[in-house]
């Protein structure tokens, strides 16, 4: 499926911002990830196609929340009040092969979107 990420931008610390993750089709699984600057790729959250359950990096649990509208075929990132080592750009994956589990690697993902940069200010 091809992925499309929006919602993106500069917020001060203790800040808000919603990403969302356009599929162009149904998938298995869907999750973010994120690369902060210097830093290697990092999970960020996994939703399942049936949205009953969730996983979230320990940095980012209690702050940030991971929907779904399989209606629209949207995957949203709520983030709620975010630090500068948030800074990074975000990016959507989706699982459409069978095989998915909670979390990351990378690898446990089949398509990817462009990233979307968030910048939080301190």
């Known amino acids: 499926v091809q ?3 929006s919602g993106g931008g500069l917020v001060q610390a203790g800040g ?3 990403l969302s993750c ?3 089709g149904r998938t298995i699984a869907n999750a973010w990830f994120r690369q902060r600057p210097g830093k290697a790729w990092e ?3 996994s ?3 049936s949205g009953n359950s969730s996983e979230y990096a320990d940095s980012v649990k209690g702050r940030f929340t991971i929907s779904r509208d399989n209606d629209k075929n949207t995957v949203d990132l709520q983030m709620d009040n975010l630090k500068p080592e948030d800074t990074a750009v ?3 994956a989706a699982k459409t092969r069978p095989g ?3 979390g990351g690697p990378r690898l446990n993902y089949d398509d990817w979107g462009q990233g979307t940069l968030v910048t939080v200010s301190s």
């Open 3 to 5: 992925l499309q990420a």
């Open 16 to 18: 808000s911002l919603r």
């Open 22 to 24: 356009a599929a162009s």
């Open 43 to 45: 999970f960020v959250a």
């Open 47 to 49: 939703i399942p196609w």
């Open 90 to 92: 975000y990016y959507c």
């Open 100 to 102: 998915w589990y909670p």
